[in-house]
Nanobody
Framework: QVQLVESGGGLVQAGGSLRLSCAAS????????MAWYRQAPGKERELVAG???????NYADSVKGRFTIFRENAKNTVYLQMNSLKPEDTAVYYC?????????WGQGTQVTVSS
């Protein structure tokens, strides 16, 4: 069993920044495909940013150049630095990863960007 706990969401004005954290209950070395997703009201959950093979990263086109995913292995934590936020970034953000063939999700953290 793995627990992923997100934090760092909140209310911010357009153009502002937030940093989300995802703390894992196990070593993140043992979790594959750690990524951030988001779900806005009335919309499907979508991939925002994630780690892929070889330590590379990929991003949704809508956040490229504004968001950065990075990890701090010693703290078993993955972060999402979000800059130049836009109202359309408003959503619940989820951390996710696969551990021993099971996909785990955090509880989500709300990000609201006001115009």
């Amino acid at each position: 069993q793995v627990q992923l706990v997100e934090s760092g969401g909140g209310l911010v004005q357009a153009g502002g920044s937030l940093r989300l954290s995802c703390a894992a209950s196990v070593s993140i070395f043992s979790i594959n495909g750690m990524a951030w997703y988001r779900q806005a009201p009335g919309k499907e959950r979508e991939l925002v940013a994630g780690f892929i093979w070889g330590g590379n990263t990929n991003y949704a086109d809508s956040v490229k150049g504004r968001f950065t995913i990075f990890r701090e292995n010693a703290k078993n934590t993955v972060y999402l630095q979000m800059n130049s936020l836009k109202p359309e970034d408003t959503a619940v953000y989820y951390c996710s990863g696969t551990y021993e063939s099971t996909r785990y999700w955090g509880q989500g953290t709300q990000v609201t960007v006001s115009s």
